[in-house]
């Protein structure tokens, strides 16, 4: 059994630690958009998509926010893994067929709810899609 | 219940939303400030038979159940460091602060945009509200919902561990959100005001209390937020309903309706202050603004002969436009039955879906019926009425109303 964790915790970047407030609560900003819409944008359409994704990032970098963030590679990609009386079963395809896709993420460290929903809707993927805000547990 | 536990239950329904909202303030906790809420009350059911009821007893279950919280969180280890801060304010050797002088700082603003904030369902939303800042029972509140207490229970608690978990803030929200934040907040204020004028199961038609808070927090609303008109709109409603207290019950408690009321009994200051809410919110029509003006109309009018009833209808039909329930329809066709006649109200009336289980639709029906003369029909559906209704002050309403049917039937009939 391997599981693919590639992307839950290689290639995030450092926090900005000098900015980084006291800490508060933490939430997962879990980016749902329709990917059968942004394989039909054009080229311009997701250069201006990442410019905003790009500012987006820098801002909340600055303000102390930012904890981590990806973005994922398409669901055609992904891979579901469930271990059932010690055997494990591997299926092509994500864990839930939905009607908006989880396509990244952010970690961020955030004051109360309030704060994460107005950063959670600054998010450019807000404007069309659906970001599911997920405080995270505390150890 | 004996007198006295009476009144330890009048002081805890005035004081308890104030207290608890304070007490959460200074704990951040719905629990705890819950628990050490009711046993400050445990206490004082204990201490004040023999000590006396305390000249502000309100201050004095404050200070109570502060002194219960410090010990909670005390023995709490998960809120070590907010004991460790509390202690660091407060003398160990506790003291009884001076209940006449002890300030009650107001958080109950604070309080009821955290139990009405939209990441919590609206189900949880009024309960808490009614819970919290209305110092309703479960079992009231369960009952006014109509559903089992333990389902509303495990709402409570659900919306309480979302409000830990989630990290909902007890605070009031920041300029560029509270606009869409205080529709969720009129919402409730408003259902608060219904549970006292026409409490579920109260022995009397109205809780004053209950009004007089909701008016209160409509008027806070209004302070903070002049520039939303449906804040105007909103009290001006309540004021306007409130006027007419004093005429709604005879001296026996008898339910009196509108159309029987004596206006002299109508409060004349409440009513000069909504419409002078009114006034300065003339171009912005939203939900609570017109229901407003349709109380208006009542409070501008002599008696039911002289009300401008196709006014009423229309400001129904413009109703409609922003919330199209059954009950406002049906309060639609009775104004229709006003101005255009009562057997073109009765066919707008059986054209509402949804309110087969309402008696006030069965009731507003059958009032037709008898002013059409059709005296089995209304018996039927006052009956019907009476079948579903809860408040014992409209229970009796519907019983004379039945007899005086019985009594009017044993005449014969004209010539």
């Known amino acids: 059994m391997s599981p693919n964790r590639r992307t839950s915790e290689s290639g995030q970047p450092a926090p900005n630690i000098d900015n980084l407030k006291e800490p508060a609560m933490q939430y997962l900003l879990a980016i749902y958009t329709q990917e059968s819409a942004a394989a039909q944008a054009t080229p311009e359409d997701m250069k201006a998509m990442m410019g905003a994704y790009y500012a987006f990032t820098m801002e909340i970098k600055e303000k102390g926010v930012y904890l981590g963030g990806n973005a994922l590679q398409p669901t055609t990609t992904a891979t579901t893994v469930r271990v059932r009386e010690g055997n494990t079963i591997t299926t092509d395809g994500p864990f839930a067929e939905t009607r908006e896709q989880l396509g990244g993420y952010y970690l961020v460290n955030c004051e109360n709810l309030d704060e994460a929903i107005a950063y959670a809707a600054k998010i450019p993927g807000a404007a069309f899609g659906s970001i599911e805000i997920r405080p995270v547990w505390a150890m | ?415």
């Open chain 2, 1 to 415: 219940m004996s007198s006295f536990s009476a009144s330890l239950d009048a002081v805890f329904r005035n004081e308890s939303g104030r207290i608890l909202a304070s007490l959460i303030r200074y704990s951040g906790s719905f629990d705890l400030a819950e628990e050490a809420l009711q046993d400050a009350c445990e206490i004082a059911a204990r201490t004040w038979p023999s000590s006396g009821v305390p000249g502000n007893p309100g201050a004095w279950l404050t200070a109570a159940a502060r002194r219960r919280l410090i010990d909670a969180i005390r023995r709490d280890r998960l809120h070590r460091e907010k004991g460790a801060e509390l202690l660091a304010t407060t003398p160990t050797e506790f003291e009884m602060p001076d209940p006449e002088v002890i300030e009650l700082p107001d958080d109950r603003l604070r309080l009821i945009f955290t139990c009405c904030h939209p990441a919590l369902n609206p189900e949880a939303q009024l309960a808490l509200t009614l819970r919290t800042l209305g110092g309703l029972t479960t079992d009231e509140i369960a009952r006014a919902f109509l559903i089992p207490e333990a389902t509303l229970a495990q709402r409570l608690v659900r919306a309480k561990t979302k409000i830990r978990q989630a990290g909902i803030p007890y605070e009031v929200p920041s300029r560029d959100s509270i606009a869409e934040r205080s529709e969720a907040v009129r919402a409730v204020i408003y259902l608060i005001f219904n549970e006292g004028y026409a409490a579920t199961f109260a022995p009397s038609l109205v809780r004053a209390d209950l009004c007089a808070e909701a008016i209160r927090l409509a008027r806070v609303l209004c302070e903070l937020l002049p520039v939303d008109p449906e804040n105007r709109g909103l009290l001006a409603l309540m004021l306007l309903q409130d006027s007419r207290r004093a005429a709604r019950t005879d001296n026996d408690g008898n339910l009196v309706t509108l159309d029987e009321q004596d206006r002299a009994k109508w409060n004349p200051a409440k009513i000069i202050e909504a419409l002078a809410l009114l006034m300065r919110s003339a171009p912005a029509y939203g939900r609570y603004t017109l229901e407003a003006r349709i109380a208006a109309e009542h409070a501008r009018s002599a008696g039911t002969g002289e009300t401008d009833w196709a006014e009423i209808a229309r400001l129904y039909s413009d109703l409609c436009l922003f919330c199209k329930t059954p009950v406002v329809e049906l309060n639609r066709a009775v104004a229709v039955a006003m101005s255009e006649g009562f057997e073109m109200g009765l066919a707008v009336m059986d054209q509402i879906p949804g309110l087969e289980s309402f008696h006030l639709f069965h009731a507003a029906r059958a009032d037709l019926l008898r002013r059409l003369g059709r005296s089995q029909a209304a018996l039927a559906g006052y009956s019907r009425a009476l079948e579903l209704v809860t408040n014992p002050v409209e229970r009796a309403y519907l019983q004379r109303r039945i007899a005086a049917l019985d009594s009017a039937g044993r005449v014969p009939p004209l010539p």
